[in-house]
């Protein structure tokens, strides 16, 4: 039974297990707002909640409190893959039914859930007495956020999408919509990132100042200029506020897994992958996508890499430009793309069998270029091409800097976009194939329910090198880009000085990047001769590095400056520590105290000699070997634009 609160003002606290995050909820002259405490500093000011709904009057007046409900929840997840093996899910939660007091008297809930290190609520929206669907106009969600915080952000709403390099502001200063997730580090001293969880059938959240400069959500539109189209019942992705006390402990908050839904199929199938791949070749002009003398995804190329595969012990093989579209101006022409059909110089089945035989998986490529309606015209028969082949992965790509769907030009972000996203998850979980999404939809932790979803670009990578990547990008990435997971960066390219693409980094800075850049597909992107050639030494710890890990550990950092971080592998005793460096030298000390108690382990070091740098002396690298255990400590130097890479080998 209905239990009313007719007092003009209600104030409700939810308080996190630990008691030291407080979320306080106000419903104040019909009007609902929440605020958020650390430690009893505020770091959320009074922020309102609502929906503006077209046709209707705004879902955010004359509200009265119906019911409230509470309970408390705690368990460990385990996740099949990623950079932890077991994330807790404890919260306190309190819901708020919610009807207005006038007019058409419709209800819906606020659902709060409170953990020891994030802030999550969500809307809940039943069928309505008079309607059963609605046209969202906007959502009225703020965050209001001391002004004078710092802000390190990406523009929302560009050709480009998210790949763009990371710029650090204050608050005040923001002048238009940025992406999600964004990271702030408040006057007080704590460090905050706005995100979203379980983004399904909605416009993906960017943030922007309203008129009152407070920071609230913009819903990504649709072409016709509303948020999003919705039958009832309906529920909003969880806004998410993730809280910590330092930089690095912001980059292990998994709580956007704990908010999606652990999955109901069998996912047993699913492995991780390092791969090779015939793509680099192509950015530094050996060879082409498109057919002709140069053509690098022929028959005979493919095997040769199968063969290299198998002697540098890589599981798998990327093949970009196999199939129709390539030919002329691909952007435009990607509307044509034949994603069943090969290129003249190319037989899938051929290569599909080489590979079985060597036990080779291969990774298949669709690039849509944003021609999402050719794309889902094609679909079932794409993907079944590759199941009947035995092509368990594929990379698809978005490159366009709008999609076409149902003829019109869209946001990748918008719901449209996000609903076709999906669309190719579940289809790919059907056929029991894996995904890696270039040009994707960011990521909400939607990987906990559908794990067949491997890994996302979704931020600039070393495509961008020879020129457009400074040094810093990648000591931005753990504290901002990777708060929403893993991500194919196309790690370990060690033809650093290439006239065509040279790189911004130091060749231990390379093998850095396979442990702090998290990928569930992960690509050793140089072309096969240079390992065996050139780095068979540094390949080796490229071989080893696993891509599975049972527990991650930030060691140090700042955002934009440096990040270091150990990680230990699912599948062994063995730990591996990885850290990268802004343009800045620095030297660092690193305490052992995290390895086990009495074990000894073989240190296999791979670090920045004295007079590395990034520009004038990139492959200088310093390689050693020692035992060590938990009551030792390691001092590195990291050059310019440097880093580190470390294996330890329980013995």
Partial sequence: ???????????????SPDKSIRCHFTLKLGQIFYSVYKNEKQIIKPSRLGFLICGETPLMNDLKLIREQKRRHSETIEMLWGEDRYIPNNYSESAFYLSEDKEQKRIFTLRFRVFDNAVAFRYEIPPQPKFSQITIKDELTEFNIDLNSIAWKIPAYQPDRYEYNYEKTMVHQLQNSVHTPVTFKTPTGYYLAIHEAALYNYGSATIKLNQNNILKTDITPLSDGTKAHVMLPFQTPWRLIMVANSATELTTNRVMYALNEAPTEDFSWVKTLKFIGIWWAMYVGEWTWAPGERHGATTEHAKEYIDAAVRLGISGLLIEGWNEGWEGDWLENGRFNKFTITTSDFNLEEVARYAKNHKIEIVGHHETVGFVDNYENQ??????????????????????????????????????????????????????????????????????????????????????????????????????????????????????TNSVKRMATTLARQLAYFITIYSGMQMAADRPYIYEERFPEEFQFIRDVPTNFEKTLPLAGEIGEYYIVARKDRDSNDWFIGGVSDEMGRRIHINLDF???????????????????????????????????????????????GGFAIKLMRL
């Avoid at 939607?446 to 067949?452: A, F």
């Avoid at 990034?614 to 310093?622: G, K, L, Q, S």
């Fill in 595 to 641: 390895l086990e108690q009495g074990a000894v382990y073989k240190a296999s070091i791979y670090a920045d000699a004295d007079h590395a740098h990034y520009r004038e002396n990139p492959f200088a690298i310093i390689k050693q070997e020692k035992r060590v255990g938990c009551h030792d400590s390691l001092d590195l130097y990291m050059a310019p634009g």
């Fill in 379 to 496: 679909l079932e028969e794409a993907y079944n091409y590759y199941a009947t082949n035995g092509v368990h992965y594929i990379k698809t790509g978005y490159a366009g800097s709008m999609m076409m769907i149902n003829g019109r030009r869209e946001f990748h972000h918008c719901q449209l976009g996000v609903n076709h996203y999906q669309k190719t998850v579940q289809l790919a979980a059907k056929k029991h194939i894996c995904l890696d999404i270039h040009e994707p939809i960011k990521g909400t932790g939607i990987e906990r329910t559908w794990p067949n979803l491997l890994s996302r670009e979704g931020a600039r990578g070393q495509e961008y090198e020879g020129g457009a990547l400074s040094p810093s990008h990648a000591c931005f990435l753990p504290y901002t880009r990777l708060l929403a997971g893993g991500m194919d960066y196309t790690s370990g390219i060690l033809d650093l």
């Fill in 1 to 15: 039974m209905f239990k009313w609160f007719s007092h003009s003002e209600i104030e409700r606290d939810v308080y």
